[in-house]
């Protein structure tokens, strides 16, 4: 995997003195979804500020795509555009009169023709939701929308690494949950994304690398397994375990729970039951049936009857789109994130299930059922609802979202 941004023995201290970061190295791969974790003051702002070039060290480098940073500002932009930086706080990031000039700043900043900046503004709009808001003025939003105005700015520059400092801090859990698949679909089309938070459960159940700061510097890099795992290291860092890593570490102490890896979700929690697999199956219920639709190829008017005639127990929605196909439609979803794992855990206990899909998700949902039904032994019978028809012209154009460059 390439190695799309790095820093190189970085020292920084704030004008008064404070020292922030000491003799931090990292190397961020190309595609990943990194968390920095660490408790208040551990330097992940901070961090994250000399990823693209806001702040300076006083000494080491920072290197995107192996190259130096250099702060003139010529350089600064155009390392901007690759790697878009949003702040915790979404009013530090909101100062014009509407949406729409809020939105375009970034690419008329960046010279983007007149015609350019209208369709990515468009486009970054509808991707995030928010498809006529765009004479709104962006103080009148609440906090959820404002987060999504904020992303929609730094989309509307394509770039390829996004850093989002405490993204769901202060949003509700269905907001923070939707903004968190969002940044899953973005990660889907290619895009590195780098978050900070003091959320363990988050960090854990999203991050595919986990970088555990304290004092400035680096405790401790690795998969959430990894790093999570090492509760006397989650403790030193001031933090507490995932909610998932407790309840297990809880079971292995009793002697309920085969040790052998932390789980990663509440399905792999049950599977880890003394027993193996077959705890989580409801004794003597039939397996429920797990329908899968590509909302993508959905009619919108064939939406009611297709949840009529499925009936199932319960209705999930992965993506952007399959999620507004789901508002438009009026139909009622009971999951909205972790949506595979939830749907298995029902179809094992006789309960069937919808999941409407998007953005190519169809394989992701395939393959996570084939593979849990070959590691379990359980058979979770899947049935693909896709038409294969033309559906009417989506809300989005599939080229935005993931494609590195749009001419
Ligand atoms: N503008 C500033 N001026 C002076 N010191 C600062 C400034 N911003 C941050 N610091 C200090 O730098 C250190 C690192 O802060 P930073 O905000 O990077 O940590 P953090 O891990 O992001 O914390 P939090 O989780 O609370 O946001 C802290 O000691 C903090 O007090």
Same mark, same amino acid.
């Given at each position: 995997?390439?190695?799309?941004?790095?820093?190189?023995?970085?020292?920084?201290?704030?004008?008064?003195?404070?020292?922030?970061?000491?003799?931090?190295?990292?190397?961020?791969?190309?595609?990943?979804?990194? =968390?920095?974790?660490?408790?208040?003051?551990?330097?992940?702002? #901070?961090?994250?500020?000399?990823?693209?070039?806001?702040?300076?060290?006083?000494?080491?480098?920072?290197?995107?795509?192996?190259?130096?940073? @250099?702060?003139?500002?010529?350089?600064?932009?155009?390392?901007?555009?690759?790697?878009?930086?949003?702040?915790?706080?979404?009013?530090?990031?909101? $100062?014009?009169?509407?949406?729409?000039?809020?939105?375009?700043?970034?690419?008329?900043?960046?010279?983007?023709?007149?015609?350019?900046?209208?369709?990515?503004?468009?486009?970054?709009?509808?991707?995030?939701?928010?498809?006529?808001?765009?004479?709104?003025?962006?103080?009148?939003?609440?906090? +959820?929308?404002?987060?999504?105005?904020?992303?929609?700015?730094?989309?509307?520059?394509?770039?390829?690494?996004?850093?989002?400092?405490?993204?769901?801090?202060?949003?509700?859990?269905?907001?923070?949950?939707?903004?968190?698949?969002?940044?899953?679909?973005?990660?889907? &089309?290619?895009? #590195?994304?780098?978050?900070? #938070?003091?959320?363990? @459960?988050?960090?854990?159940?999203?991050?595919?690398?986990?970088?555990?700061?304290?004092? &400035?510097?680096?405790?401790?890099? +690795?998969?959430?397994?990894?790093?999570?795992?090492?509760?006397?290291?989650?403790?030193?860092?001031?933090?507490?375990?995932?909610?998932?890593?407790?309840?297990?570490?809880?079971?292995?102490?009793?002697?309920?729970?085969?040790?052998?890896?932390?789980?990663?979700?509440?399905?792999?929690?049950?599977?880890?039951?003394?027993?193996?697999?077959?705890?989580?199956?409801?004794? +003597?219920?039939?397996?429920?049936?797990?329908?899968?639709? !590509?909302?993508?190829?959905?009619?919108?008017?064939? =939406?009611?009857?297709?949840?009529?005639?499925?009936?199932? @127990?319960?209705?999930?929605?992965?993506?952007?789109?399959?999620?507004?196909?789901?508002?438009?439609?009026?139909?009622?979803? @009971? $999951?909205?994130?972790?949506? /595979? !794992?939830?749907?298995?855990?029902?179809?094992?206990? &006789?309960?069937?299930?919808?999941?409407?899909?998007?953005?190519?998700?169809?394989?992701?949902?395939?393959?996570?059922?084939?593979?849990?039904?070959?590691?379990?032994?359980?058979?979770?019978?899947?049935?693909?609802?896709?038409? &294969?028809?033309?559906?009417?012209?989506?809300? /989005?154009?599939?080229?935005?979202?993931? #494609?590195?460059?749009?001419?």
């Amino acid at each position: 995997m390439a190695t799309i941004l790095e820093t190189r023995g970085i020292e920084y201290a704030y004008a008064d003195g404070t020292r922030a970061l000491s003799n931090v190295s990292l190397t961020i791969g190309e595609g990943r979804k990194i =968390a920095l974790v660490g408790p208040n003051g551990a330097g992940k702002s #901070t961090l994250m500020l000399m990823f693209n070039g806001i702040l300076r060290p006083d000494a080491g480098e920072v290197l995107f795509r192996n190259e130096r940073l @250099d702060y003139d500002s010529r350089s600064l932009r155009k390392v901007r555009q690759r790697v878009g930086m949003v702040f915790q706080n979404s009013d530090d990031q909101l $100062f014009a009169p509407t949406v729409y000039q809020d939105v375009a700043f970034g690419p008329v900043n960046l010279r983007f023709p007149p015609e350019k900046v209208k369709r990515y503004v468009g486009y970054a709009l509808q991707y995030v939701g928010l498809s006529g808001y765009e004479r709104r003025p962006p103080h009148h939003l609440s906090g +959820g929308e404002k987060k999504r105005a904020a992303i929609a700015g730094i989309l509307a520059m394509e770039p390829e690494v996004m850093i989002l400092d405490e993204p769901t801090s202060n949003l509700d859990p269905a907001t923070s949950e939707e903004i968190m698949e969002m940044l899953d679909e973005l990660n889907l &089309g290619g895009k #590195t994304l780098i978050i900070s #938070t003091h959320d363990v @459960d988050l960090a854990y159940r999203w991050a595919d690398e986990v970088v555990l700061m304290k004092d &400035g510097g680096l405790l401790r890099r +690795g998969s959430a397994e990894e790093v999570f795992g090492d509760l006397e290291l989650v403790r030193d860092a001031r933090l507490k375990p995932p909610m998932v890593v407790d309840l297990y570490q809880e079971l292995v102490n009793r002697g309920l729970a085969e040790g052998k890896k932390p789980p990663k979700s509440i399905l792999e929690l049950c599977d880890s039951l003394e027993g193996g697999e077959r705890r989580c199956a409801v004794q +003597g219920a039939k397996r429920g049936t797990i329908y899968v639709c !590509d909302a993508d190829e959905l009619l919108l008017e064939n =939406a009611d009857e297709l949840v009529g005639k499925v009936d199932a @127990d319960y209705t999930g929605a992965m993506g952007t789109r399959a999620k507004l196909m789901a508002e438009e439609a009026k139909i009622r979803v @009971d $999951f909205t994130y972790g949506v /595979i !794992d939830k749907c298995i855990l029902k179809a094992l206990a &006789g309960k069937s299930c919808l999941v409407l899909t998007s953005q190519g998700m169809m394989g992701q949902v395939q393959k996570r059922i084939e593979a849990y039904s070959q590691q379990s032994g359980e058979e979770i019978n899947s049935v693909d609802l896709s038409s &294969g028809s033309n559906g009417r012209s989506l809300p /989005i154009d599939r080229d935005f979202v993931g #494609t590195k460059s749009l001419k």
